[in-house]
Protein backbone atom coordinates (compact mmCIF):
# COMPACT_ATOMS: atom_id res chain seq x y z
CA UNK A 1 0.00 0.00 0.00
CA UNK A 2 1.39 3.33 -1.16
CA UNK A 3 0.75 6.47 1.44
CA UNK A 4 2.52 9.46 -0.11
CA UNK A 5 5.87 8.75 -0.68
CA UNK A 6 6.01 5.85 2.24
CA UNK A 7 5.25 2.04 1.12
CA UNK A 8 3.60 0.09 3.75
CA UNK A 9 3.72 -4.09 3.29
CA UNK A 10 0.48 -5.73 3.43
CA UNK A 11 1.79 -7.90 6.14
CA UNK A 12 1.38 -5.41 8.76
CA UNK A 13 -2.39 -4.84 8.10
CA UNK A 14 -4.11 -7.69 9.78
CA UNK A 15 -8.08 -7.59 8.42
CA UNK A 16 -10.94 -9.61 9.98
CA UNK A 17 -13.91 -9.56 8.38
CA UNK A 18 -16.73 -9.76 10.63
CA UNK A 19 -20.75 -9.39 9.95
CA UNK A 20 -22.04 -6.36 9.44
CA UNK A 21 -24.91 -4.17 10.78
CA UNK A 22 -27.10 -2.25 8.52
CA UNK A 23 -29.10 -2.29 5.31
CA UNK A 24 -28.47 -5.60 3.08
CA UNK A 25 -31.77 -7.65 4.09
CA UNK A 26 -31.37 -11.45 4.56
CA UNK A 27 -27.96 -10.94 2.99
CA UNK A 28 -26.28 -9.21 5.82
CA UNK A 29 -27.10 -12.32 8.44
CA UNK A 30 -25.25 -14.85 5.93
CA UNK A 31 -22.07 -12.94 4.52
CA UNK A 32 -19.22 -11.16 6.68
CA UNK A 33 -19.32 -8.43 4.59
CA UNK A 34 -17.60 -5.69 7.48
CA UNK A 35 -13.79 -5.14 8.00
CA UNK A 36 -12.33 -4.65 11.09
CA UNK A 37 -8.33 -3.73 9.86
CA UNK A 38 -5.56 -3.68 12.51
CA UNK A 39 -2.38 -1.04 12.16
CA UNK A 40 -0.03 -1.62 14.26
CA UNK A 41 1.50 2.06 14.45
CA UNK A 42 4.01 1.97 17.33
CA UNK A 43 5.77 -1.32 15.85
CA UNK A 44 5.34 -0.64 11.76
CA UNK A 45 9.12 -0.79 10.51
CA UNK A 46 7.74 1.35 6.90
CA UNK A 47 6.78 4.33 9.80
CA UNK A 48 9.85 6.95 10.27
CA UNK A 49 9.92 7.82 13.50
CA UNK A 50 9.13 11.53 13.63
CA UNK A 51 5.72 10.20 11.39
CA UNK A 52 5.12 7.32 14.10
CA UNK A 53 5.69 9.69 17.19
CA UNK A 54 3.28 12.46 15.71
CA UNK A 55 0.35 9.59 14.69
CA UNK A 56 1.07 7.82 18.96
CA UNK A 57 0.73 11.50 19.79
CA UNK A 58 -3.06 12.03 17.99
CA UNK A 59 -5.77 11.35 20.57
CA UNK A 60 -7.93 9.37 18.48
CA UNK A 61 -10.36 6.63 19.70
CA UNK A 62 -9.45 4.15 17.43
CA UNK A 63 -5.95 4.06 18.83
CA UNK A 64 -5.47 1.35 21.61
CA UNK A 65 -3.01 1.49 24.35
CA UNK A 66 -0.42 -0.50 22.71
CA UNK A 67 -0.38 1.89 19.38
CA UNK A 68 -2.53 -0.41 17.25
CA UNK A 69 -5.03 1.10 15.02
CA UNK A 70 -8.44 -0.44 15.08
CA UNK A 71 -10.59 0.89 11.60
CA UNK A 72 -14.00 -0.96 11.17
CA UNK A 73 -15.77 -0.64 7.54
CA UNK A 74 -19.02 -1.31 6.98
CA UNK A 75 -20.85 1.44 4.94
CA UNK A 76 -21.05 -0.77 2.02
CA UNK A 77 -23.07 -3.80 1.18
CA UNK A 78 -19.52 -5.75 -0.50
CA UNK A 79 -16.62 -7.14 1.58
CA UNK A 80 -14.66 -6.05 -0.76
CA UNK A 81 -15.69 -2.04 -1.08
CA UNK A 82 -15.41 -2.16 2.63
CA UNK A 83 -12.00 -3.40 2.52
CA UNK A 84 -10.96 -0.73 0.38
CA UNK A 85 -12.87 1.85 2.34
CA UNK A 86 -11.14 0.71 5.00
CA UNK A 87 -7.72 0.87 3.46
CA UNK A 88 -8.55 4.35 2.28
CA UNK A 89 -9.39 5.84 5.76
CA UNK A 90 -5.84 4.31 7.13
CA UNK A 91 -4.11 6.19 3.84
CA UNK A 92 -5.72 8.90 5.09
CA UNK A 93 -4.51 8.67 9.03
CA UNK A 94 -1.40 8.34 8.00
CA UNK A 95 -0.86 11.23 5.51
CA UNK A 96 -2.10 13.15 8.44
CA UNK A 97 1.06 12.35 10.29
CA UNK A 98 3.24 12.95 6.97
CA UNK A 99 3.48 16.39 7.69
CA UNK A 100 4.69 18.34 10.40
CA UNK A 101 3.01 21.33 11.75
CA UNK A 102 4.65 24.72 11.36
CA UNK A 103 5.52 26.05 14.86
CA UNK A 104 3.61 29.10 15.74
CA UNK A 105 5.75 32.36 16.42
CA UNK A 106 4.45 34.81 19.05
CA UNK A 107 3.88 38.13 17.91
CA UNK A 108 2.70 40.91 19.69
CA UNK A 109 0.05 43.65 18.84
CA UNK A 110 1.45 47.06 17.17
CA UNK A 111 1.34 50.24 19.35
CA UNK A 112 -1.11 51.52 16.84
CA UNK A 113 -3.31 48.64 16.88
CA UNK A 114 -2.97 48.96 20.67
CA UNK A 115 -4.41 52.75 20.62
CA UNK A 116 -6.84 51.80 18.04
CA UNK A 117 -8.31 49.58 20.01
CA UNK A 118 -8.08 51.62 23.50
CA UNK A 119 -9.63 54.70 22.05
CA UNK A 120 -12.53 52.11 20.37
CA UNK A 121 -13.43 51.11 23.64
CA UNK A 122 -13.40 54.82 25.29
CA UNK A 123 -15.71 55.38 22.39
CA UNK A 124 -18.23 52.41 22.93
CA UNK A 125 -18.09 53.46 27.18
CA UNK A 126 -19.18 57.20 26.04
CA UNK A 127 -22.06 55.92 23.75
CA UNK A 128 -23.05 53.58 26.63
CA UNK A 129 -23.03 56.20 29.18
CA UNK A 130 -25.44 58.24 27.27
CA UNK A 131 -27.87 55.53 27.41
CA UNK A 132 -27.79 55.89 31.29
CA UNK A 133 -29.29 59.25 31.20
CA UNK A 134 -26.87 60.29 34.03
CA UNK A 135 -25.57 62.43 31.25
CA UNK A 136 -28.51 64.86 30.93
CA UNK A 137 -28.06 66.52 34.74
Known sequence: MQVGHLSIDDDELIERFVRASGPGGQNVNKVATAVELRFDVAQSP???EPV??????KRDRRMTNE???VLAAQ???TQERNR??????LAHFIEGGLHAPKPRIA????????????GEKRG???IKQGRTGR???
Open 46 to 48: SLP
Open 75 to 77: RFR
Open 52 to 57: RERLLA
Open 135 to 137: GWD
Open 67 to 69: GVL
Open 84 to 89: QDARER
Open 124 to 126: RAT
Open 107 to 118: TKPSRGAKERRL
